[in-house]
């Protein structure tokens, strides 16, 4: 008698789900050597009561009598094969060592049984799950047209944590599932030929942002068709057809504007042989904001200037080139912690969880960074590409090469600015070296994710007096890139001096009092600011909810009318910020947008209803009135539906964002 399949089900299932508390990991190895022989000897038990039952039976009944008669005359007289071995008659302490032995063995047989059907449990305990499941093609296995769709996106993303669309969850495979299961605290079952897990679909947006910063590069595996059109077509019975719709990475993915996370780094290298001492091309590009840096410099035999651009952007994603110099792979593996190889196997695996330290792509563009400007529409840009040195072209373009596929606009995003590109390092400023910044503290060490969390003794976290995200970015720039311009550096400690005077030093006179009150009442809305940069990168990225566009624009009338144009008596440092952020045209921008939508219908999340004026607002009500009329006609079916279903005060349901669909009770279906 084995163990039920519903038992093994159940067991796989209490292992995936996450323990919460100081209680140690149930490990597969623990579970499988511990539970397995309480099972065991679970059965033993009961076949030996069982056994004892019949043989009662066996002795109340006239012909179990002959039998014990029998089998004592059979035990007294020797068999042949004792008699030609001249083996001696066993005595009752053999026979009892040999029943022992016996049931011994069938216990170790049981054990033996709950392992294998426990799904081969056999792996590293350190791990704390099952054996790897790679989600690769094996021959002579048979797959279900939906595991088929999953191997074919795994062929050409075999890198990335796909997450699959099916029905109202999303479904992860194989070691997916593993990975899923680890980071996400959900069940992982088996099912069919791999590994399941799933989540709702209204949580995909965080369960992938968990995925994201736990170091794994996610795809989003969306169905292309709904089940009313599936319907409706000739190929109805045939699977849905899916295909990748998004790839999130540590440095592409965008948090809200109200996340208040650092924004990480994506870097780009390429090597520039033609000189003595090497040279190295860098492209960095904050995705979240929309900044970009470049830079070209000379580099020594340890790589010291690499490893200092290294530490002060602290990059979550390295793109490299296939082929690169020794010296310069070593200083990126010492960087990165473990050893760059692009022949070594990219695909994700449950042990790579929480792992500290960029994600290195190895990528190689087709086009050069001319051609892509001109594919991307970014013609414009051009002259400003050919004022690069060759290898930051070849950054830019291998830069180009990986965001173009992501998709978003990313890579438009890179060439959005029109003007030419901002300079990592100027002779105006000092670089820090890595063996400063380090010494020094300046700054934290980087989360799994790439982003910086401030230390509370850190440097920086010693200066930081920022009320505002955007605020934080350029002190942090100012601190790691300090002024070597006597004038300019006096002029800024100036205008400091000012300002904290101006705030907390009472002048005596009216107008300094009036000054002060200003000046406070500037700070305590910086508080209530979101972050601007951030948010204008979403709304390009077409990322941007009704309710986020609402706060970004109250927050930039806040921004444009909370500082008086000029300060009597203030530094000229002072009255030219002040001079920049007061512009009438961005006021009278954006009083034109809060003339076009409304704020009521913004802040429920109703973009088909936020736009009240202007040219948007014909063009969705154009649309409105269609979706309208089609609305009304589904709506005056709704009586024939309940009639043929026989359900009175039938109604439409809405889930997961698909409208007026029909609930149909179980006993009726077919």
């Known amino acids: 008698m084995g163990v039920s399949s519903k038992r093994v089900q159940a067991s796989i299932s209490s292992f995936f789900k996450p323990k919460r508390g100081k209680s140690p990991e149930r490990t597969p190895e623990t579970f499988a050597s511990k539970e397995a022989p309480k099972v065991a000897a679970k059965k033993a038990r009961r076949s030996e009561d069982s056994g004892h039952d019949a043989q009662k039976k066996r002795a109340m009944s006239p012909s179990g009598a002959v039998k014990r008669r029998r089998m004592t005359t059979e035990a007294h007289a020797p068999d042949a094969g004792s008699a030609d071995d001249g083996a001696s008659e066993k005595d009752p302490a053999n026979a009892s060592e040999d029943g022992s032995h016996k049931e011994t063995d069938k216990s170790a047989q049981l054990v033996a049984e709950a392992t294998d059907l426990l799904g081969g449990l056999k792996v590293n305990p350190q791990l704390g799950s099952t054996h790897v499941q790679l989600v690769r093609r094996r021959p002579g296995v048979s797959y279900t047209p939906l595991e088929q769709q999953v191997l074919e996106a795994k062929e050409t993303h075999s890198d990335t944590v796909l997450a699959v669309e099916v029905g109202y969850k999303f479904r992860f495979f194989g070691e997916d599932a593993r990975i899923a299961s680890q980071v996400l605290g959900i069940m992982c079952t088996q099912a069919n030929n791999f590994y399941n897990a799933s989540i709702p679909t209204p949580r995909l947006a965080v369960h992938v942002r968990r995925l994201v910063h736990a170091g794994f590069r996610v795809g989003v595996v969306r169905q292309n068709e709904t089940a009313a059109l599936k319907a409706a077509g000739p190929k109805r019975s045939a699977p849905f ?16 504007v109200g996340a208040d996370d650092a924004a990480p780094w994506l870097m780009s290298l390429a090597e520039d042989h033609s ?3 090497i040279g190295i091309g860098m492209v960095a590009v904050q995705v979240a904001t929309g900044c970009v840096l470049v830079d070209h410099f000379e580099d020594g035999f340890l790589r010291s200037a690499l490893a200092t651009r290294l530490a002060h952007l602290r990059p979550a994603e390295l793109l490299l080139p296939q082929q690169l110099n020794g010296q310069t792979k070593s200083a990126l593996a010492a960087h990165v912690g473990r050893r760059i190889d692009a022949s070594e196997p990219r695909e994700p695996l449950l042990e790579q969880v929480g792992r500290v330290g960029p994600r290195v792509e190895f990528v190689d563009s087709v086009f050069s960074a001319i051609d892509q400007c001109e594919r991307l529409g970014a013609a414009n840009m051009a002259p400003h590409v050919l004022d690069l040195a060759p290898a930051v072209a070849e950054a830019l373009a291998r830069m180009l090469a990986y965001l173009e596929p992501l998709g978003r606009g990313l890579a438009r995003g890179v060439l959005a600015g029109g003007r030419p590109f901002a300079r990592f390092h100027t002779r105006t400023h000092m670089l820090l070296s890595a063996t400063a910044l380090q010494t020094l503290q300046v700054f934290s060490e980087p989360t799994a994710s790439g982003a910086h969390q401030v230390k509370a003794d850190s440097l920086f976290a010693a200066m930081d007096r920022t009320h505002s995200p955007f605020g934080r970015r350029l002190l942090r720039q100012w601190v790691a890139h300090p002024l070597l311009d006597h004038d300019e550096l006096k002029a800024r400690a100036d205008a400091v001096s000012f300002l904290r005077d101006a705030l907390y030093t009472d002048g005596g006179s009216a107008s300094a009092h009036v000054q002060q009150q200003a000046l406070s009442a500037a700070r305590g809305k910086l508080n209530q600011l979101v972050d601007i940069e951030r948010g204008i990168c979403r709304l390009h990225y077409g990322l941007a909810s009704p309710p986020e566009l609402l706060r970004i624009l109250r927050s930039l009338r806040t921004a444009a009318s909370v500082l008086p144009s000029a300060i009597d008596h203030a530094p000229a440092a002072v009255n030219e910020i002040l001079r920049q952020g007061h512009q009438p045209a961005l006021r009278q921008l954006i009083g034109l947008w809060f003339e076009q939508i409304s704020a009521k219908e913004a ?9 009240v004026q202007g040219p948007l607002h014909a063009r969705m009500q154009e649309h409105h009135d269609r979706l309208q009329a089609i609305e009304d006609e589904l709506q005056a079916s709704a009586a024939g539906v309940a009639a043929q279903l026989d359900m009175p ?11 007026y669909l029909i609930d149909v009770r179980s006993t009726r279906k077919g």
Do not use: P, Y
């Not at 057809?241 to 809200?256: G, H, K, P």
């Not at 802040?603 to 736009?611: A, D, H, L, P, Y």
């Not at 005060?649 to 997961?656: C, E, M, P, V």
């Open 241 to 256: 057809m899916r295909s990748v719709s998004q790839v999130i990475t540590a440095a592409t993915l965008v948090e809200d």
């Open 275 to 277: 000189s003595a001492s």
């Open 603 to 611: 802040q429920s999340g109703s973009k088909e209803r936020m736009f």
């Open 649 to 659: 005060g039938f109604a439409f349901r809405s889930i997961s964002g698909i409208d």
